[in-house]
């Protein structure tokens, strides 16, 4: 097997190389409920220099993440491994695309020695897309799984995954490394696949999450969307129906942002009203918890989150008893 190397610097190389001749998109401004502090704090200065002397890449500047600056400071970062080229091309997403370079055998080590020099009750660990490699990425995921279970054992562990689209047996690969908690985003409806995430597919994601549950009916599972890209209400609606058919445990709802004008624009600010509205109707179909706001990531105040979600769980069953 040959590799091939990309030797292009970081800085000629387009970050975003195919949706360079695409039209300018009008970007909106912002609502004030959006604004956030730019990231200046001591807290932050520091969780920086621990992932830049561990040879890192975090989600949370890759995809240029608004709360930074909050979740830097409390020493808390998602990690993202397999490199920082993803092989698919996202109409919403700021990661760079193009050919990945070669996977860094050092990276499993390097994640648990951050995780504990960091003292990181819970960790969330992400990936770009690697459809290159024939497992997708999910051997290096369970690598790295097992590392923080060997450096910090007390550590829980959350896992966002791409899907393993055409991958056979990768997410059992993933599972069976027994993270605490599973997480794969659907993004958004359906109907805004072909020009959102052209390179997924909605009904082989809500299939995952469902696998997930059939492999470990133990595991907590986990999904994610973004809206105000131009879906309809009862299209959100019946996408947690169709979470609820998998058994998800918990949702996440969060406003999309618009990273350049070669993106798909922001249809919509969904107002904090909405979301409250969303989150209250999400309960009433069964999920053990819902995170809907404007700022909600995938990992943001995903810690306590855990907790919440464990707690919750009790809580179900002692009423079920």
């Not at 919403?92 to 080590?109: I, M, R």
């Amino acid at each position: 097997m040959v590799t091939v190397l990309d030797r292009v610097s970081v800085a000629a190389r387009p970050r975003h190389p195919e949706k360079a001749h695409r039209p300018d998109q009008e970007v909106l401004r912002k609502p004030d409920w959006i604004r956030v502090k730019a990231p200046v704090s001591r807290g932050y200065l520091e969780t920086r220099e621990i992932v830049k002397s561990h040879h890192l890449v975090t989600v949370c500047e890759e995809a240029g993440c608004p709360n930074i600056g909050e979740c830097w400071d409390k020493k808390h970062a998602t990690f993202m491994i397999l490199g920082e080229i993803c092989t698919r091309a996202c109409a919403f997403c700021n990661v760079a695309t193009g050919l990945p370079t070669a996977l860094d055998p050092d990276e499993p080590e390097n994640v648990a020695k951050a995780v504990t020099k960091m003292g990181l009750s819970h960790v969330v660990v992400t990936s770009v897309d690697r459809d290159d490699l024939d497992d997708g990425g999910a051997h290096h995921f369970a690598e790295v799984i097992r590392a923080i279970r060997h450096a910090s054992p007390a550590t829980t562990i959350e896992v966002l995954t791409p899907d393993f689209l055409r991958k056979e047996g990768a997410l059992e690969i993933v599972v069976e490394a027994r993270p605490d908690v599973f997480n794969h985003n659907l993004e958004t409806v359906p109907s805004n696949y072909l020009t959102v995430r052209p390179g997924a597919r909605y009904f082989h994601s809500i299939r995952l999450l469902q696998r997930v549950k059939e492999l470990d009916p133990s595991m907590f599972t986990k999904s994610g969307i973004m809206v105000g890209l131009g879906e309809e209400r009862n299209e959100v609606l019946q996408l947690m129906d169709d979470l609820r058919t998998a058994n998800v445990d918990f949702l996440t709802i969060g406003q999309y942002l618009q990273p350049s004008k070669k993106h798909h624009p922001v249809k919509k600010f969904v107002t904090p009203e909405e979301f409250k509205s969303y989150e209250t109707i999400a309960y009433t179909k069964g999920f053990l918890l819902v995170s809907a706001s404007p700022l909600t990531r995938s990992s943001y105040h995903a810690g306590e989150d855990f907790a919440r979600l464990r707690a919750a769980r009790v809580a179900a069953l002692a009423k079920r008893s």
